[in-house]
């Protein structure tokens, strides 16, 4: 099939076979294992997965790559046509261990994918909706993203994305990818990194949601203290001069995890 790459779908085709294995030896799918693949798109690993899976879920938006697909008829292929940030991937990951139940086996439920760059942020997001239920998350992003992801305290790249994703899941960068993997070859490097749910991990709705607007403001003029930044929330928190005098990238996931909690606790609001 002659399809050509779709920039409005962030389409870029890995080509790279010894790429390709590698994100499968990463993977390591097993036969008793759920799967489902963002975007399959020609079947880069799709195929490799197919050979190890004894069924494989891909999410796919692009019409002509859903007939694609459905042409090969492949009897161990599930495909959903649907936008990866519509989609309802807690669903998903509940139906499948329930199989595990019905089947009386244990599998690992894993969601993969060569994320489209130009929506991974929101995405990972949205897939946090599924985090109890999954066990693992593999993904080929834009390396800058990746790094961002795996960020600590202190790092230049540590912000929103490394905490608010930091405090949910234990995060990996397993290795990178260059432009000449693709085609057509992005602009950027790209990187694989592995994501483990931190399940159980007690933070409710309310305190998340705290956290979210606590984080979003703390970096919102990375280059000021928190005394600007934060200086609303100064007499709830009890920030003192130490505290007022950092900046954003220098707190810790856990503090702004405790922070959030003391505005829930303190105050009864989301806020």
Request: glycine share 6%.
């Amino acid at each position: 099939m002659a399809h050509q790459a779709r920039k409005r779908f962030g389409q870029h085709f890995l080509v790279d076979q010894s790429i390709i294995a590698a994100i499968i030896s990463r993977i390591r799918p097993h036969s008793l294992d759920r799967v489902l693949e963002i975007g399959p798109g020609l079947g880069a690993m799709t195929f490799s997965l197919i050979d190890h899976l004894s069924t494989l879920d891909v999410v796919e938006l692009d019409r002509d790559l859903v007939k694609y697909w459905q042409a090969k008829q492949i009897s161990k292929l599930q495909i959903y046509e649907a936008d990866a940030l519509q989609f309802d991937f807690l669903d998903w990951a509940n139906l499948a261990q329930h199989d595990f139940i019905v089947k009386n086996h244990a599998g690992r439920v894993k969601i993969v994918g060569n994320l489209p760059y130009n929506i991974s942020s929101p995405l990972l997001f949205h897939l946090m909706l599924a985090i109890e239920s999954v066990d693992e998350q593999i993904f080929m992003l834009q390396k800058e993203v990746v790094d961002r992801m795996v960020a600590k305290v202190g790092d230049s790249e540590y912000g929103r994305l490394s905490i608010m994703l930091g405090a949910r899941y234990q995060i990996e960068h397993c290795f990178d990818v260059p432009p000449e993997s693709f085609d057509p070859p992005p602009k950027v490097n790209s990187a694989i990194v592995a994501m483990y749910p931190k399940r159980g991990a007690g933070i409710s709705a309310a305190v998340w949601r705290a956290m979210e607007i606590l984080v979003a403001k703390a970096f919102a003029q990375r280059r000021k203290v928190l005394a600007n930044n934060l200086g609303e929330y100064k007499q709830i928190l009890n920030l003192d001069g130490a505290i007022l005098r950092a900046r954003a990238q220098e707190i810790s996931i856990e503090q702004y995890l405790l922070w959030a909690e003391q505005i829930v606790d303190r105050s009864g609001t989301d806020q």
